[in-house]
């Protein structure tokens, strides 16, 4: 699995775009990257995946350049309720262990 | 139905009691999952189970002991637990063991006293 390197924590406010940006220099060729979110006291919730360029739901975006050694997952007009955690995994065809890494918390204001 | 559910969301036990947790999924997955969380920490696989068959053991003690009846029902049974055992436990579910939209459960709030 690639090891992933996200902020701890950002800080942002009602309205605003907000973008995390993920790095995964040891991904490899067969790897996807996968965003999950995470609210208190619930479990993680499935936000996007993407393998190459852009991939857009009714949820995120998510951007990976050509050398996928980083990806940012970008929120648009966030509200309170998208305080949350953001975990960014690299999942390998051959190995569908989710393994989280620390995640950023992201703290929505009014 | 695209779900998981939980039962107990919550529970306290004692040191010598025996409970179980129990997650329950109705969307034909075929892998299921338990992981551990601790407060401000991220998930912790525990177990997978593929086709009711256990498939990995993270080398969680012998205190915890999971059990697959069935194709969508999950169990993890306790016995003699510690403090240190006290933490979110979740269960998950994919299509298979090859796919990455996993869902999760709420979680099951376990303290030891």
């Known amino acids: 699995l690639a090891k992933t390197t996200q902020p701890i924590s950002m800080d942002s406010y009602e309205g605003q775009e907000v973008n995390i940006t993920c790095s995964h220099n040891?991904?490899?060729?067969?790897?996807?990257i996968t965003w999950y979110q995470q609210f208190p006291s619930q479990g993680p919730r499935f936000i996007i995946q993407?393998?190459?360029t852009k991939v857009t739901n009714e949820v995120a975006s998510l951007f990976i350049p050509a050398d996928r050694k980083s990806s940012t997952l970008s929120l648009p007009r966030v509200s309170l309720s998208d305080t949350a955690v953001y975990y960014c995994?690299?999942?390998?065809?051959?190995?569908?262990?989710?393994?989280f890494g620390a995640g950023t918390t992201v703290t929505v204001r009014a | 139905d695209t779900e998981v559910t939980q039962t107990p969301k919550h529970l306290v036990m004692g040191m010598t009691n025996k409970k179980s947790l129990k997650c329950e999924q109705h969307?034909?997955?075929?892998?299921m999952y338990w992981y551990k969380q601790k407060a401000k920490k991220p998930p912790e696989l525990m177990f997978v189970?593929?086709?009711?068959?256990?498939?990995i053991n993270e080398s969680v003690p012998s205190r915890f002991s999971p059990e697959c009846p069935n194709s969508s029902l999950l169990n993890l049974h306790l016995h003699a637990l510690q403090p240190e055992d006290s933490a979110l436990y979740l269960c998950?579910?994919?299509?298979?063991?090859?796919?990455?939209?996993?869902?999760f459960g709420s979680g099951t709030r376990l303290t030891v006293v």
């Open positions: 998950a579910s994919s299509q298979t063991e090859l796919t990455y939209g996993y869902t």
């Open positions: 040891n991904i490899a060729t067969n790897d996807y």
């Open positions: 993407g393998y190459k």
């Open positions: 995994l690299g999942t390998g065809s051959n190995d569908y262990k989710l393994s």
């Open positions: 969307m034909g997955h075929r892998a």
């Open positions: 189970y593929s086709y009711e068959k256990l498939s």
